[in-house]
Protein backbone atom coordinates (compact mmCIF):
# COMPACT_ATOMS: atom_id res chain seq x y z
CA UNK A 1 0.00 0.00 0.00
CA UNK A 2 2.66 2.46 -1.27
CA UNK A 3 0.16 4.96 -2.93
CA UNK A 4 -1.09 8.42 -2.12
CA UNK A 5 -4.17 7.05 -0.50
CA UNK A 6 -2.26 5.39 2.34
CA UNK A 7 -2.81 7.83 4.55
CA UNK A 8 -6.18 7.88 3.85
CA UNK A 9 -6.80 4.53 4.20
CA UNK A 10 -5.17 4.27 7.39
CA UNK A 11 -7.14 7.51 8.87
CA UNK A 12 -10.59 5.46 7.00
CA UNK A 13 -9.75 2.07 8.66
CA UNK A 14 -8.69 2.55 11.73
CA UNK A 15 -9.03 6.11 12.90
CA UNK A 16 -6.61 9.56 13.25
CA UNK A 17 -6.04 8.60 17.14
CA UNK A 18 -3.14 6.35 16.55
CA UNK A 19 -2.15 7.24 13.13
CA UNK A 20 1.51 7.54 13.32
CA UNK A 21 2.10 4.62 15.64
CA UNK A 22 0.05 2.53 12.70
CA UNK A 23 1.96 4.25 10.24
CA UNK A 24 5.29 3.98 11.49
CA UNK A 25 4.22 0.01 12.78
CA UNK A 26 3.41 -0.37 8.57
CA UNK A 27 6.57 1.41 7.49
CA UNK A 28 9.43 -0.38 9.64
CA UNK A 29 9.53 -3.98 7.80
CA UNK A 30 9.47 -2.18 4.59
CA UNK A 31 12.21 -0.02 5.18
CA UNK A 32 14.00 -2.48 7.14
CA UNK A 33 14.04 -4.73 4.24
CA UNK A 34 15.18 -1.82 1.88
CA UNK A 35 18.13 -1.23 4.37
CA UNK A 36 18.89 -5.00 4.63
CA UNK A 37 18.39 -6.30 1.09
CA UNK A 38 21.15 -4.59 -0.60
CA UNK A 39 23.64 -6.10 2.03
CA UNK A 40 22.38 -9.46 2.35
CA UNK A 41 22.85 -9.76 -1.37
CA UNK A 42 26.51 -8.36 -1.26
CA UNK A 43 27.29 -11.03 1.19
CA UNK A 44 25.66 -13.91 -0.97
CA UNK A 45 27.44 -12.87 -3.16
CA UNK A 46 30.67 -12.62 -2.28
CA UNK A 47 30.03 -16.47 -0.49
CA UNK A 48 28.14 -17.96 -3.24
CA UNK A 49 28.51 -15.97 -6.30
CA UNK A 50 25.52 -14.07 -8.40
CA UNK A 51 23.43 -17.10 -9.43
CA UNK A 52 22.59 -17.67 -6.01
CA UNK A 53 21.46 -13.60 -5.45
CA UNK A 54 19.15 -14.35 -8.99
CA UNK A 55 17.98 -17.35 -7.73
CA UNK A 56 17.59 -15.91 -3.99
CA UNK A 57 15.15 -13.04 -6.07
CA UNK A 58 13.50 -15.64 -7.74
CA UNK A 59 12.67 -17.71 -4.82
CA UNK A 60 11.21 -14.61 -2.81
CA UNK A 61 9.28 -13.75 -6.00
CA UNK A 62 7.51 -17.12 -6.33
CA UNK A 63 6.62 -16.88 -2.52
CA UNK A 64 4.88 -13.93 -2.49
CA UNK A 65 2.84 -14.73 -5.77
CA UNK A 66 1.89 -18.23 -3.62
CA UNK A 67 1.02 -15.96 -1.00
CA UNK A 68 -1.07 -13.42 -3.17
CA UNK A 69 -2.50 -16.47 -4.36
CA UNK A 70 -3.39 -17.63 -1.08
CA UNK A 71 -4.76 -14.22 -0.29
CA UNK A 72 -7.10 -14.27 -2.97
CA UNK A 73 -8.42 -17.58 -2.32
CA UNK A 74 -8.79 -17.32 1.68
CA UNK A 75 -10.97 -14.00 0.78
CA UNK A 76 -13.09 -16.05 -2.25
CA UNK A 77 -14.10 -18.43 0.30
CA UNK A 78 -14.82 -15.96 2.98
CA UNK A 79 -17.12 -14.32 0.61
CA UNK A 80 -18.82 -17.30 0.13
CA UNK A 81 -18.99 -18.35 3.38
CA UNK A 82 -17.30 -21.71 3.31
CA UNK A 83 -15.98 -23.33 6.14
CA UNK A 84 -12.68 -21.41 6.96
CA UNK A 85 -10.97 -22.37 10.04
CA UNK A 86 -12.69 -20.42 12.96
CA UNK A 87 -11.43 -16.67 14.44
CA UNK A 88 -9.10 -15.71 17.51
CA UNK A 89 -11.17 -14.60 20.02
Given at each position: ???IAR?????DRYGTA???TLNGTLTLPV????VVAP??????????GYPAVMA???AACVLGALS???YDRYGRAREQGDALPAEPT
Open positions: MATPALLAAYATMAKLLSAAVAQVASVALVA
